[in-house]
């Protein structure tokens, strides 16, 4: 008899909660009809200020499928929150995914404007993205280098050395599914190394919690000036210096818009 998932959750609950947030997310996505290009990040909506889908879309899934898989190999990976001793644990775990979130987006929409700019491929201009696998990424490469003996184990039937599994990954997923994103992909190894080697390091309670602030304005901010949600209740004021912006409370309005560009293509991350 194996062993009850009930201790498996106590033991990871921050694995549990995103696994259980994306779920509902997808769900929520599914029984109001909306499009991924209406949570997805794309260069396009990047430069337009869309920020707040960089957090929209690490959360949304566009199929079954691919939540299964994604959220499959985030279990396996919450083994990090068991690891108290190798200086991991729930705490790190947290820390860390919100670095792994922010700048595997930011990377990704870095190397996008490469490519772009200066190589001058332009699919890259409308390609939406969706998915979590960026952070997923970012943990098996974060495991591979803090724990290399350990195995991601997928749909309880496939395992691979955690220590190849990151590569292992990026080349299968980019083989069998057309639409995975190999940048989005390849920004959350990135990531993942920067931060298992001590380049992006440091995260502890009161950064995280500051982080958590930055982006919860952000979040909000680029999402009234997107037009996407009206927080009419909020509004900018011009000052004498416009640097410095003046917060009014005008209403209580709360319309939601469902419309959005359509974009090119999808990719799944």
């Excluded at 979590?132 to 591979?144: N, R």
């Excluded at 080349?171 to 920004?187: K, N, R, Y």
């Amino acid at each position: 008899m194996g062993r009850p998932l009930l201790y498996d959750i106590i033991e990871k609950p921050a694995t549990s909660c995103i696994v259980t947030i994306c779920s509902l997310i997808w769900f929520l996505i599914q029984k109001k009809s909306i499009g991924y290009s209406q949570v997805g990040l794309s260069y396009e909506t990047a430069v337009q200020g869309h920020y707040w889908r960089m957090i929209t879309s690490a959360f949304s899934h566009i199929s079954v499928l691919h939540l299964v898989f994604n959220m499959s190999a985030l279990w396996s990976l919450g083994v990090v929150e068991q690891l108290g001793h190798l200086g991991l644990g729930t705490a790190y775990y947290l820390h860390y995914t919100l670095v792994l979130v922010v700048f595997s987006g930011v990377l990704v929409i870095g190397m996008y404007h490469l490519l772009i700019d200066r190589f001058k491929v332009e699919y890259f201009r409308r390609v939406t993205a969706v998915g979590y696998s960026c952070v997923v990424f970012g943990w098996m490469t974060i495991l591979s280098v803090k724990q290399p003996s350990s195995k991601l184990d997928l749909f309880g039937v496939l395992s691979l050395p955690i220590s190849f599994a990151p590569f292992e990954s990026l080349i299968f997923t980019s083989i069998i599914v057309p639409q995975a994103s190999f940048l989005g992909h390849l920004s959350g190894i990135l990531v993942g190394y920067a931060i298992s080697w001590g380049l992006i390091g440091g995260m502890n309670n009161y950064w995280a919690i500051t982080m958590l602030g930055w982006i919860i304005v952000v979040f909000v901010f680029s999402l009234k000036k997107s037009g996407a949600y009206d927080f009419s209740f909020l509004e900018i004021e011009s000052l004498t210096d416009a640097s410095l912006p003046s917060l009014r409370f005008v209403g209580n309005g709360r319309t939601l818009q469902a419309s959005a560009v359509p974009l090119s293509g999808v990719e799944v991350i």
